[in-house]
């Protein structure tokens, strides 16, 4: 707002007139001469009618104001006699346009600034807090950092201690492994050298001890099987390829040891000690053999394995059901015999059709008795014998054998029973026992017998399987005595089936008899005894 003011000698007074300029400086104008005692200015700044009045003149005296005029008394500047009048000598004080112009732009000018400044401060003041947030975010990164690190550290720590306890144990246990392959070492020498003290022995007091088997010379060998020609070979053994030969004048099968077969020489000379022991219709006959390389001579099963004939190799005629019973009769005897061996059974460990030989008569026969462990004689419940590996083919080995390397006689059972399914069926093992079994709760056994046997008994064929499953079943508590149980039902099929034979092929003219059939009933026997490898055998 500006203010014009008028001075009177008489009454002393100022008018203003406002003038409207908003936030502008205010000026007084003096009329008079233009004497420099005179003139006075004063300014008056009211800026934006709100702001705090200034005032400056060229006296130091004070000014009062009222609403529409302002009345100055007792100037003590100016003299008693002088009037300030506007037509005499009114003096006018004021501001240049420009003065106020300039006045006006500094202000904005300092406004501006003024504002920038705050701008700049409360961008600094962000920038801070921001600062401040990153710093302290920042210095918990480093906690958390500083905390994995030292967790690392300390797993790092724990995997570095249990790498060293691993590589003590893992030293422990090579330590240990090379002491156990030492003493293997030191008892397989020990071993060996026991089994050629025994061998030399054996051979020096061959004139004391029965011989139960005839040396033969490797030249001697050689000459009945032209030098193992291929044309004579015949099949593969247990350990070993088996060559067909002629010897004194007599068809014989020769088994070769092969040099590169970890157990073959323990396993030959196994065989040898027990079959030179034993003499029966229905094991195949030891009859001579070449120890020095390895070289057993049997009798020569014309008809071959049993495993051949049922899958009819070579476009065989199919075995009839009569001849099937009869040969389960037979193969449970042999194994009867083996069982029933004095001081200790003989469990075969291995029994299949691929180990059970036919000469020319069909009349079958137990080989491959290489495998067989001596079984310490106990009560039945409890006769076992820990062995270090289960030996056998997979799908005739004893469950429990299989998994706990406990062997007894009714290991063989298991394997007999499995057996007796191919006999009706003429399948391979596998999972065998299962499928009769299903087919005998659906009916439908006669589907499962062999087809190429046109004539099957139903009901002795149904009575045979359900005495295979009892022979198979899992547990070996389950499982049927041999002598007591198995044989009387195998005797009685087989009798059924001679008959059957008799009546169509020899009718009238007598019950047929075999001079190789053996009959083990449970009456009347008593076992077979081997007292030592070069002992007779009695069976009275």
């Not at 005629?317 to 061996?341: D, K, N, V």
């Not at 065998?432 to 046109?454: R, S």
Request: one cysteine or more; charged letters at 25%.
């Amino acid at each position: 707002m500006k203010l014009i003011g008028d001075f009177s000698d008489s009454e002393s007074e100022y008018s203003f007139i406002s003038a409207s300029h908003q936030g502008s400086e205010n000026s007084f104008i003096s009329s008079g001469t233009p004497s420099s005692a005179d003139r006075c200015s004063f300014t008056y700044d009211l800026p934006d009618s709100a702001r705090t009045s200034r005032m400056s003149t060229s006296s130091e005296q004070s000014i009062g104001s009222h609403r529409l005029g302002i009345k100055f008394t007792d100037l003590g500047f100016l003299n008693n006699s002088s009037t300030v009048s506007e037509d005499s000598g009114r003096t006018s004080c004021s501001y240049s346009s420009q003065s106020l112009d300039d006045v006006e732009a500094q202000m904005r000018r300092l406004r501006l600034e003024l504002k920038q400044t705050m701008d700049m401060y409360s961008s600094a003041c962000k920038e801070a807090l921001t600062a401040r947030q990153e710093a302290t975010e920042l210095k918990n990164l480093r906690s958390e950092e500083e905390r994995r690190m030292e967790e690392l550290k300390m797993t790092e720590e724990t995997a570095m201690s249990m790498v060293a306890n691993e590589r003590a144990k893992v030293k422990t246990a090579m330590e240990a492994a090379e002491a156990a392959n030492r003493l293997a070492e030191a008892e397989a020498k020990r071993r060996l050298n026991a089994e050629m003290k025994v061998l030399k022995e054996s051979d020096s007091s061959s004139g004391q001890s029965i011989v139960r088997y005839r040396k033969y010379t490797v030249h001697e060998i050689e000459e009945g099987t032209d030098n193992f020609a291929e044309s004579r070979k015949v099949g593969e053994g247990g350990y070993g390829p088996v060559f067909r030969g002629h010897l004194d004048h007599t068809s014989v099968a020769v088994k070769v040891l092969r040099p590169d077969a970890a157990q073959g020489r323990s396993q030959f000379h196994k065989e040898v000690e027990v079959l030179s022991c034993i003499r029966h219709p229905n094991m195949v006959l030891l009859l001579g053999a070449c120890p020095e390389y390895g070289i057993l001579v049997y009798e020569y099963m014309a008809r071959g394995s049993l495993d051949d004939r049922l899958f009819r190799r070579g476009n065989t005629p199919p075995i009839s059901w009569q001849l099937r019973f009869r040969i389960a009769a037979e193969i449970a005897t042999g194994l009867l015999f083996l069982h029933q061996t004095k001081p200790e059974p003989i469990v075969h460990r291995d029994l299949k059709p691929g180990n059970v030989l036919l000469d020319q008569n069909y009349v079958s026969k137990i080989s491959d008795v290489g495998l067989a462990r001596l079984v310490p004689a106990v009560a039945e419940n409890v006769t076992h014998y820990r062995v270090t590996s289960a030996a056998g083919t997979f799908c005739y080995i004893d469950p429990e054998y299989q998994q706990t390397g406990m062997l007894g006689v009714k290991s063989d059972v298991y394997s007999l029973g499995i057996m007796l399914l191919q006999l009706l069926t003429a399948k391979q093992p596998m999972g065998l026992a299962y499928y009769v079994e299903q087919a005998i709760e659906e009916g439908k056994f006669k589907d499962m017998l062999d087809p190429e046997v046109p004539d099957w008994p139903l009901e002795e064929a149904l009575s045979l399987a359900k005495l295979s499953l009892q022979c198979a079943e899992l547990r070996r508590k389950d499982r049927p005595d041999l002598g007591k149980e198995v044989m009387p039902e195998l005797n009685r099929l087989r009798e059924m089936g001679e008959e059957s034979l008799e009546s169509v092929f020899f009718a009238g003219h007598g019950r047929m008899t075999h001079a190789s059939q053996v009959s083990y009933t449970s009456e009347g026997r008593s076992a077979p005894s081997i007292s030592n490898p070069g002992s007779s055998i009695s069976n009275s």
